[in-house]
């Protein structure tokens, strides 16, 4: 079963700080991987998308990687600012499909000041 | 103006009524999908459609049916609303990307979301 699972569920950080989300997923055949940032009431927005061939991709201060391999991802969030603080969700799509995302349950980031 | 606009943004209503999700886009994409989102799980897709012409059931159409009465416009619609349905609904869209091309996709972007409960 096509699956994404995202860790940890949620995380507390001081703003300034960098934090590294992370996302497996049980998808085949893969085609491509996206990290979204929803903010509370709001649709998700993109940050990246990455297809097979690419293992890292960065946006200002996301930085993005790709293990096709082991079917991990990370998203890393370099000096953390308070409007970072939102839910980070893991999209995987399947290439016989790849107009059906499949959601992982997002990880949700709150930074303090 | 917003690509992508959703009404209403906030809806209660009851048990066994009728209720409709209008989502309308200037981002002249084919492609339009409806979500829902409860907590604690990913976004999960009831109705997807191609164009006009074409529309198709996601993992969970059960009690919804959909109208696409324009490329532009995707209405969801419950004919029954049951307390389970409280939710949050999204609206995206996308273009139709390199079709069967391997590592393709179509990004998807979404509105801002209907905040449905039913009581």
């Known amino acids: 079963k096509n699956q994404v699972e995202q860790s940890p569920q949620s995380l507390i950080i001081l703003e300034g700080k960098n934090c590294t989300l992370q996302c497996n997923y049980t998808v085949s055949p893969f085609s491509n991987l996206r990290w979204y940032k929803q903010d509370t009431g709001r649709g998700p927005v993109s940050l990246t998308i990455?297809?097979?061939?690419?293992n890292t991709k960065s946006n200002r201060r996301y930085t993005a990687t790709l293990d096709a391999d082991t079917k991990q991802s990370s998203l890393h969030i370099t000096a953390s600012q308070l409007s970072d603080s939102a839910s980070y969700i893991c999209v995987v799509s399947a290439q016989d499909s790849s107009y059906k995302l499949i959601f992982g349950s997002g990880t949700r980031l709150l930074v303090r000041p | 103006d917003a690509d992508v606009t959703q009404t209403p943004r906030n809806r209660i209503t009851k048990t066994g009524k009728r209720i409709m999700l209008e989502c309308s886009q200037t981002k002249g994409h084919d492609r339009m999908y409806w979500y829902r989102q409860d907590p604690g799980l990913g976004l999960r897709l009831i109705y997807y459609s191609f164009d006009v012409k074409d529309i198709n059931k996601g993992e969970i159409s059960d009690g919804y049916s959909v109208s696409r009465q324009a490329q532009a416009k995707f209405s969801l619609s419950l004919e029954s609303a049951i307390p389970n349905q409280t939710a949050l609904y999204f609206c995206?869209?996308?273009?139709?990307?390199?079709?069967?091309?391997?590592?393709?996709?179509?990004?998807?972007?979404f509105g801002p979301g209907t905040r449905l409960t039913v009581l």
């Open positions: 995206a869209t996308s273009d139709a990307g390199l079709a069967g091309a391997r590592g393709s996709y179509n990004e998807q972007f």
């Open positions: 990455m297809t097979f061939s690419e």
